[in-house]
């Protein structure tokens, strides 16, 4: 479940007292690791320490597990440092910074509200505010003597303004280094890909409905989809030929193969879509072509016994779980194109990696954080 946006104290507030965890918590805390693992008859839920009933609900993980910053890097001279818990103590442990909250040594950057400041990089430039209250000058922060610049959240596209020629080459490498690279999570995707009959081989979906806003507006997602997907697919009369429609993956892909309809991949956060009430219009339409993550035979893609890297580095939690929805859209980037959900930023950045990967158009009005 993903943290709400909350003003900076309370964020931080928030993130020390709820995504920290010390080394006595891990030790106390192992057996429920197995929680999102195969089961295990023997350990009974009630035995569950009642304090590590959420402990493999999150972990941590370097940005370098999913981005490869060697360019950026090489370019810019950019070093990283992963910080793997979320408490101040951490400054002091890792960068001897005595009483961070009130340390000269760090210049916060604080927000109130969800659109509290937008940066600007232009000297004498003096655009509409727009959304954001405030602004703040690059010009100025450069200044800050403070070896630490500290911002909150960066809620909100649009929120760093580029006009600096200089700075838009910056985004762009900046931008195509946001793209998956890790090799584990692409061979899984690929498997997908492969049986759904190659890369730009069909055409993707990815439809969001599990939370209040997307769960609400659903019905304008779907009439959205079904309209976008009706002008990219030409329309065919079903084959008459085929009388009995099969229910496995493989028997259907043949179908539609051969009754000339479309493959359709959804990446969804919906359990059991074909299932689920609130797609039946989709389905009503494109079934049985449409095709799911969980419909794909599991083999050993995000198998956590082979692969140790599939566990978090410093508390040993399973990663399959996260890192399913993930894999779910790299299979839709790989499609021909993407259609997703109008609002939802997983779907821009499936979008962003199928017009990076296949060339595909990006749909989604949503904007950068940064904008140029």
Known sequence: ??????????????????????????????????????????????????????????????????????????????????????????FTRAMNIVDPPNSPQIRYVKDSFRHDYRIYDMAGFNPQKGKYHRKLKLDRLIQVRAPIMYFGSLFGNGRVRVDVPAHKDFFDLLENTLIL????????????????????????????????????????TLKSVIKTLGEIIPPKKSRTDFRVRPTSVHDRLD???????????????????????????LYQRYAPCIFTYGEFPYMDWLDVENKPELRGAGDGINLRPFLEPIVDGIVAGLGSEVIGTPGSTFSAFIERLNYVWIGGPRRIKDGPLIEV
């Open 1 to 90: 479940e993903g943290i709400q946006w909350l003003p900076f104290d309370e964020l931080s507030d928030y993130l020390a007292a709820n995504r920290t965890r010390t080394l006595t918590d891990i030790q106390r805390c192992s057996n429920a690791t197995r929680r999102f693992g195969p089961p295990i008859s023997d350990t009974l839920q009630e035995e569950i320490d009642p304090e590590c009933a959420e402990f493999a609900s999150w972990t941590t993980l370097p940005w370098t597990f999913f981005f490869d910053f060697t360019k950026l890097s090489d370019t810019f001279g950019i070093r990283f440092i992963h910080r793997n818990e979320l408490h101040p103590r951490w």
């Open 181 to 220: 690279a890790n090799p584990t999570l692409q061979k899984a995707a690929m498997n997908i890909v492969t049986q759904l009959g190659g890369t730009s081989q069909f055409v993707s979906l990815h439809v969001r409905l599990g939370d209040g806003y997307f769960a609400y507006n659903i019905n304008k």
């Open 255 to 281: 179908y539609c193969h051969r009754a000339e309809q479309p493959v359709i991949y959804m990446a969804t956060d919906a359990p059991q879509p074909s299932l689920n009430i609130q797609l039946k219009s």
